[in-house]
């Protein structure tokens, strides 16, 4: 029995080391690519008329679809354009607040990394089987 637990304890200290020194760094790696390459690195103004980027405007209307994952958010329009915003805890709760009152927005929180464009393919496969 003694064994067992040392082998247990030999095996989660050996997984802490891994994620100290490779773990933290892939995922930090992965906001890099979703915030710089993904999101364009443009500076983006929420307030109670939409959201504003690169000069351009979109309203609350045109917005389907609000997904809150870690330090980011992903606000979707015309059923596949996406925006890349990153905030902190005080911004997400600003902008709840402001999401909230739009009723035909849904807010979706992440906990768990997940595929992008995946999420896409899903959600419009689901609405071809409800006929929306």
Known sequence: MFAVELTVGVL???WIIWYQRV???FEER???VVYEDIGGLT??????S????NNKSIGYDDISNVIFYDEF???VWCDIKF????INTEEKEYIQ??????????????TKPFNLFLYFKVNKSDERKTGE
């Open 50 to 53: 939409g959201i504003i980027f």
């Open 73 to 75: 958010m992903f606000a």
């Open 83 to 86: 925006l890349v915003i990153k």
């Open 43 to 48: 500076e983006a103004f929420v307030d109670e």
């Open 12 to 14: 989660v200290t050996v």
């Open 30 to 32: 992965v906001h890099k």
């Open 23 to 25: 773990g933290k760094k």
């Open 97 to 110: 607040t402001i999401l909230d009152k739009q009723e035909h927005i849904v807010q979706e929180l992440q």
